[in-house]
């Protein structure tokens, strides 16, 4: 049996298919169950979509060196 937790873990995998037959059908039985995991798999594939769609795109240097900056910290301090 496969949970919620191991669901959210496993989703970027999942939506790649870079899963194994077995783990696949665990998933999807999963999805088919629970509304909670349905909803956060469907709105991430759709956000993925979304950005995917809206192609390449050139952030300003002070821009890119702010959002580096905080990743950073944020990276630091977990």
């Known amino acids: 049996m496969i949970d919620c937790s191991q669901i959210v873990a496993l989703l970027s995998d999942y939506l790649d298919g870079d899963i194994s037959p077995e783990m696949k059908q665990l998933v999807e039985a999963h999805l088919a169950k629970c509304h909670r995991c349905?909803?956060?798999?469907?709105?991430?594939?759709?956000?993925?979509?979304?950005v995917t769609e809206c192609g390449a795109f050139t952030l300003p240097v002070a821009v890119g060196a702010r959002l580096h900056d905080r990743l950073k910290e944020l990276l630091a301090a977990s």
Do not use: A, E, F, P
């Open 38 to 50: 349905s909803v956060v798999y469907s709105t991430t594939r759709q956000t993925l979509r979304i």
